[in-house]
């Protein structure tokens, strides 16, 4: 059963405006959320995290937002450029799984120049 | 440093066949984790070690498939023999601590024909 959960397997943005990627979970135990962007061809680096004592984390153009009641985090792309396009992927962890990390199964986002 | 090195980039075989890739971890890296990714499933946890100890190998699909650390520096993952159905792109991951965030390798495209 999938615990991490990205529903919309696509996403296309005009150059400039702002992207919205989603994910839901469902074990109340996750305390740490991870976001991974990958290229065709590459292995996932890691772009940011938040901690469940959080609400938002902000690096740069990226900011992920996570609202624990809903368990649902969204990261938020602005300005979204083309070389943002890739494959995006949110992971959680909790200490009773062993802070094994647990993926969805990734949104492609285009950005269209 | 290199990062997480994995060979082959591509593997191509015919079913029936034992299939061997390889994974070098970040030098210092304790934890060390292999993936499979798939349309349906996202990136899916295997198996995972730490300081070259199996911990949690249930999510190997079947005992087809084996994973093996004999040090630090060195791990692989075997499928004999290997189906159609195992065609995918495998990941190696490793991270310096229990819950830390994951650095990821190239992958391994796998295809059985």
């Known amino acids: 059963d999938q615990q991490v959960k990205q529903n919309s397997p696509s996403l296309s943005v005009q150059e400039g405006r702002i992207s919205i990627l989603n994910c839901d979970y469902t074990?109340?135990?996750?305390?740490?959320f991870l976001w991974y962007k990958k290229y065709p061809a590459e292995g996932p680096t890691f772009l940011i995290s938040?901690?469940?004592?959080?609400d938002k984390n902000e690096d740069g153009r990226f900011t992920v937002f996570l609202n624990k009641s809903a368990k649902h985090l969204s990261l938020h792309i602005v300005p979204s450029q083309p070389g943002d396009s890739a494959v995006y992927f949110c992971?959680?962890?909790?200490?009773?799984?062993?802070?094994?990390?647990?993926f969805g199964t990734g949104t492609s986002l285009t950005v269209i120049p | 440093d290199a990062g997480v090195i994995q060979s082959p980039r591509h593997e191509v075989t015919e079913m029936g066949q034992e299939v061997t890739l390889r994974c070098k971890p970040i030098?210092?890296?304790?934890?060390l984790f292999w993936y499979r990714q798939t349309m349906m499933r996202g990136l899916e946890l295997l198996i995972y070690f730490n300081n070259n100890v199996p911990i949690d190998d249930s999510g190997m699909p079947e005992d087809r498939f084996s994973a093996k650390m004999p040090n630090a520096s060195f791990s692989t993952l075997k499928i004999q023999p290997s189906e159609p159905r195992d065609s995918a792109v495998y990941f190696c991951?490793?991270?310096?601590?229990?819950?830390?965030?994951?650095?990821f390798g190239s992958g391994t495209q796998l295809s059985v024909l």
């Open positions: 030098s210092g890296h304790d934890y």
């Open positions: 992971a959680a962890s909790a200490l009773d799984t062993g802070n094994q990390f647990y």
């Open positions: 074990n109340s135990m996750f305390d740490y």
């Open positions: 938040i901690s469940s004592i959080k």
């Open positions: 991951a490793s991270s310096r601590g229990q819950g830390e965030k994951l650095f």
